[in-house]
């Protein structure tokens, strides 16, 4: 099964990084349309669509170590004009932090209310208990209804998890269940029961132990966009608990095809692949410039508290 993939512009670039979002928003036109032109028909038969991203405080978006807003906003913009579907960008508060902030600290806000895309907390919806069968195994997982109740794609970024393994679709979206198996078996069932339409890795920013700009985008099924993943942190499938039970007895093997004219992939993996470093996460207190100031500056308007992680670095 073949899976799309499309360079990004990025001659641009100033310092690894474009911190224009109209700039990004140009350069992603025309490879987001590209990636997704194969899966139009699937995406426009619905009236109800949910974009799932890597989206976690406290990391700004050049980090890679979260989905570029700029991606999805130029997914929901195509989606806006290819249907009259209700698009969605969803996220979850967690005990640290609610997830309208953290949408306001990556910029989401701004980006997706020019497509007429709401963002919304998969943590105040009501959820629904599910039991999916994997192998010899019946986990029941409880997922938020709207994943249940809308076509959903999920937008990962490139990057390892805390645990080594490529984060990719499949972990994203079982960060959003719970359920009382482990987190990789977890994960899996969360896929399973979600069923989402395409999974579209944000590998403009990837995260490999250090930021590299690495300008590419792929789209397809999850677990063969994580198994592309996998191979370009030089993991390996076979020891990805997760990507194990996904593929199952299935062929991993992924064949590439060019977004722009089908021709094959106009992207060199190889030399990408030797571009991404092989290092550690950073730690979660370790926050990008541009969220320290923005922070100081909302807490020095509003009043509020500044958090310890940013107050040490003062």
């Given at each position: 099964?073949?899976?799309?993939?499309?360079?990004?512009?990025?001659?641009?670039?100033r310092?690894?990084?474009?911190?224009?979002?109209?700039?990004?928003?140009?350069?992603?036109?025309?490879?987001?349309?590209?990636?997704?032109?194969?899966?139009?028909?699937?995406?426009?038969?619905?009236?109800?669509?949910?974009?799932?991203?890597?989206?976690?405080?406290?990391?700004?978006?050049?980090?890679?170590?979260?989905?570029?807003?700029?991606?999805?906003?130029?997914?929901?913009?195509?989606?806006?004009?290819?249907?009259?579907?209700?698009?969605?960008?969803?996220?979850?508060?967690?005990?640290?932090?609610a997830?309208?902030?953290?949408?306001?600290?990556?910029?989401?806000?701004?980006?997706?209310?020019?497509?007429?895309?709401?963002?919304?907390?998969?943590?105040?919806?009501?959820?629904?208990?599910?039991?999916?069968?994997?192998?010899?195994?019946?986990?029941?997982?409880?997922?938020?209804?709207?994943l249940?109740?809308?076509?959903?794609?999920?937008?990962?970024?490139?990057?390892?998890?805390?645990?080594?393994?490529?984060?990719?679709?499949?972990?994203?979206?079982?960060?959003?269940?719970?359920?009382?198996?482990?987190?990789?078996?977890?994960?899996?069932?969360?896929?399973?029961?979600?069923?989402?339409?395409?999974?579209?890795?944000?590998?403009?920013?990837?995260?490999?132990?250090?930021?590299?700009?690495?300008?590419?985008?792929?789209?397809?099924?999850?677990?063969?966009?994580?198994?592309?993943?996998?191979?370009?942190?030089?993991?390996?499938?076979?020891?990805?608990?997760?990507?194990?039970?996904?593929?199952?007895?299935?062929?991993?093997s992924?064949?590439?095809?060019?977004?722009?004219?089908?021709?094959?992939?106009?992207?060199?993996?190889?030399?990408?692949?030797?571009?991404?470093?092989?290092?550690?996460?950073?730690?979660?207190?370790?926050?990008?410039?541009?969220?320290?100031?923005a922070?100081?500056?909302?807490?020095?308007v509003?009043?509020?508290?500044?958090?310890?992680?940013?107050?040490?670095?003062?």
């Amino acid at each position: 099964m073949s899976v799309r993939v499309a360079a990004v512009d990025g001659s641009d670039r100033r310092g690894g990084w474009r911190p224009d979002v109209d700039a990004r928003l140009a350069a992603l036109e025309s490879p987001v349309r590209e990636v997704l032109e194969p899966y139009a028909s699937s995406l426009t038969e619905t009236d109800r669509i949910t974009l799932v991203p890597d989206a976690h405080y406290p990391f700004h978006p050049s980090t890679g170590m979260v989905t570029d807003p700029a991606v999805v906003g130029s997914i929901a913009g195509h989606l806006e004009r290819w249907s009259e579907a209700n698009v969605a960008v969803a996220g979850a508060s967690d005990d640290r932090i609610a997830f309208d902030r953290t949408a306001e600290y990556l910029d989401y806000p701004s980006v997706v209310e020019r497509f007429n895309a709401d963002v919304v907390d998969l943590a105040e919806e009501s959820r629904r208990d599910i039991v999916v069968a994997l192998a010899d195994d019946r986990i029941s997982v409880s997922v938020p209804e709207r994943l249940l109740e809308s076509t959903v794609v999920v937008v990962p970024t490139l990057r390892p998890s805390e645990d080594g393994p490529v984060a990719g679709g499949i972990r994203t979206l079982g960060s959003h269940v719970t359920a009382v198996a482990d987190t990789d078996l977890t994960a899996v069932a969360a896929m399973q029961a979600v069923e989402p339409a395409v999974s579209v890795l944000d590998a403009t920013t990837a995260y490999g132990g250090d930021p590299v700009a690495a300008d590419t985008l792929f789209a397809g099924p999850t677990p063969r966009i994580d198994a592309i993943g996998t191979s370009l942190l030089d993991r390996s499938i076979e020891e990805d608990p997760a990507l194990r039970r996904a593929f199952g007895d299935e062929d991993p093997s992924v064949t590439l095809e060019n977004g722009a004219n089908g021709s094959g992939p106009d992207v060199d993996l190889t030399a990408l692949r030797r571009r991404l470093p092989d290092g550690e996460l950073p730690p979660p207190d370790d926050t990008h410039p541009a969220v320290t100031t923005a922070y100081r500056l909302y807490a020095a308007v509003a009043g509020d508290a500044v958090p310890p992680q940013l107050e040490s670095k003062r």
